[in-house]
């Protein structure tokens, strides 16, 4: 599913290869929000050499366990990045995540990776990854009532149980980004993941002007990161837990 600012667009592969090689052949200053694995091994050219290097990233053990004080509630599922099937697909598009020595450099491939503030590459087009459910729990957490259901997606629960979320946390989402836009309100959990992203791209994009940061990137290159709501803490919270665990 693609949202590019006034549209979702769903896609086969083959018409989603011809839309993103005809965005990297646009050049400079173009930034695509990506929901899917764009890191793998702690180091490419050595995988194995950390334990979890082919099953979970260090970022997403960030985000699924008490001892960080960020642990996702049921409904927003930060899975080892070896469970989510559709970095297969990313592989074939974008050449990432880039998972051993047979991969050719980054330097080669059509988009930057885009993975500590300051790293966007101007000069080329560049991808950044983004968790949808986890930057809307950051966005909501606190304006949403203790107790209430973050279930939004998946075909075992009430379609009507789960648009209601999702559409709760979509207002949210507005009223805190201060987007101005005209956003078509999403009609299904794909749509709202397209639309976040978009509203996170878009965000990170001004926030280069803008004091108030209201995005940044957590994780590194090595162990994995996301593009996410600018949180109280989190950052910090971040860096003195990946020198010490």
């Known amino acids: ?79 080892g990045y070896g469970a989510c099937a559709h970095w297969t697909i990313t592989r074939s598009l974008l050449g990432l995540p880039r998972v051993g020595p047979f991969d050719v450099p980054e330097s080669r491939l059509p988009f930057g990776l885009m993975t500590e503030p300051g790293c966007w590459d ?16 950051l966005w909501c957490q606190g304006e949403r009532q203790a107790g209430a259901s973050w279930v939004y997606k998946g075909s075992k629960y009430p379609v009507d149980e789960r648009r209601r979320v999702w559409r709760e946390m979509w207002d949210i989402i507005l009223r805190r980004t201060e987007f101005a836009e005209d956003l078509p309100c999403p009609e299904t959990d794909d749509q709202f993941d397209a639309g976040v992203g978009y509203i996170l791209g878009t965000m990170i994009r001004r926030d280069e002007a803008d004091q108030r940061r209201r995005c940044t990137m957590v994780g590194n290159a090595r162990d994995g990161a996301f593009l996410v709501p600018s949180t109280p803490g989190l950052v910090d919270t971040w860096n003195r837990w990946s020198e010490t665990d």
Not at 61 to 70: C, V
Not at 122 to 137: K, S
């Open 1 to 79: 599913m693609v949202f590019d600012g006034a549209r979702y667009l769903p896609m086969p592969a083959p018409e989603l290869r011809d839309y993103v090689n005809r965005i990297a052949s646009e050049g400079s200053g173009t930034l695509v929000c990506w929901d899917a694995p764009l890191t793998g091994p702690a180091d490419s050219v050595r995988p194995g050499s950390n334990p979890y290097d082919f099953t979970k990233r260090r970022i997403e053990r960030f985000f699924s366990i008490e001892a960080t004080g960020f642990k996702t509630p049921k409904g927003i599922s930060v899975l």
């Open 122 to 137: 101007q000069h080329r087009p560049c991808v950044v990854e983004t968790h949808p459910a986890l930057a809307a729990w």
